[in-house]
């Protein structure tokens, strides 16, 4: 498929996407939302690629936020339903069964700090900065953000961002635990790909499994502990297990 507002790359095992509409500071419109859902799509169904980074074009943004225009003069139900559509991208990222890092290049704004939730780790760069200003437009929140925030962050602080609208930076944003690392703009990528590439001399079945136990926890009607148990048990049967365990007792390095 041919992208308009994205780039779909790979390098080794990595697949990256790009959010490219530079000079809208990488806004979220339906148009990208959807080719974005593709993107996950095609990446899925590629054995060879093990991990994505998702990063938008440019120093100054990552995304900083939906494209506003799109919501003039919708109904209640158009609103919903536009929710709905960008909520469908935040799950398919969350469950992922292959470990997606975002990688905040800039201003991760609204939709943009909703899309950088939703991915399994988030690392920002130094100059970042991070907020769902939604209240000052009389909205809230909509892909998502309520919730994913106050798992990463706490009640207090969730809701302390949510109600002020206010951005905080890479260091608060560390401190508070909304992302993993920061790093220098010139670092980012590079971290982000060394991050992988940890994780790609480590079982894929097993990190598989992990994403959806983790996840699972998080879920009110699903018992994430018995869904931990069901994984763990399902990781015995498959063949990254045996050579996991056959490399540990020969006191060797795993060739999964």
């Known amino acids: 498929m041919s992208f308009q507002h994205i780039i779909l790359s790979q390098a ?5 996407i790009t959010i490219n509409r530079e000079a809208k500071l990488n806004a979220l419109n339906k148009d990208t939302i959807g080719e974005l859902k593709e993107a ?6 590629q054995a060879d690629v093990k991990g994505v980074i998702l990063t938008g074009a440019g120093a100054k943004a ?9 919501f003039l003069e919708k109904s209640r139900e158009e609103a919903t339903a536009l929710s709905a ?12 069964p292959k470990p997606v890092i975002a990688a905040i290049n800039g201003f991760a704004l609204g939709g943009g700090l909703e899309l ?3 991915c399994h780790i988030r690392l920002a760069a130094d100059n970042a900065k991070m907020g769902l ?10 892909y998502g953000g309520t919730q994913r925030l106050r798992e990463l962050v706490g009640k207090g602080k969730a809701l302390e961002m949510v109600l002020t609208g206010d951005m905080i930076d890479a260091q608060d944003a560390y401190q508070w635990g909304l992302v ?3 790093v220098s703009q010139e670092e980012l990528l590079d971290t982000a ?3 992988l590439a940890k994780m790609y001399s480590r079982s894929s079945t097993a990190i598989t499994a992990a994403i959806k136990a983790v996840n699972a926890g998080l879920e009110k009607a699903v018992n994430g502990y018995q869904i931990e148990m069901e994984s763990f048990g399902e990781c015995f049967g498959s063949e990254d297990f045996k050579e996991g365990v056959s490399a540990f007792l020969e006191k060797r390095k795993p060739n999964f």
């Open 12 to 16: 080794g095992h990595t697949a990256t």
């Open 40 to 45: 996950f799509a095609q990446v899925a169904q």
């Open 62 to 70: 990552f995304v900083a936020g939906a494209d506003i225009q799109e």
């Open 85 to 96: 559509f960008g909520h469908e991208l935040m799950d398919t990222i969350a469950m992922f």
């Open 116 to 118: 950088a939730l939703a």
């Open 133 to 142: 200003p939604e209240v000052s437009l009389g909205l809230i929140p909509g």
């Open 180 to 182: 993993n690392n920061v």
């Open 193 to 195: 790909n060394s991050l």
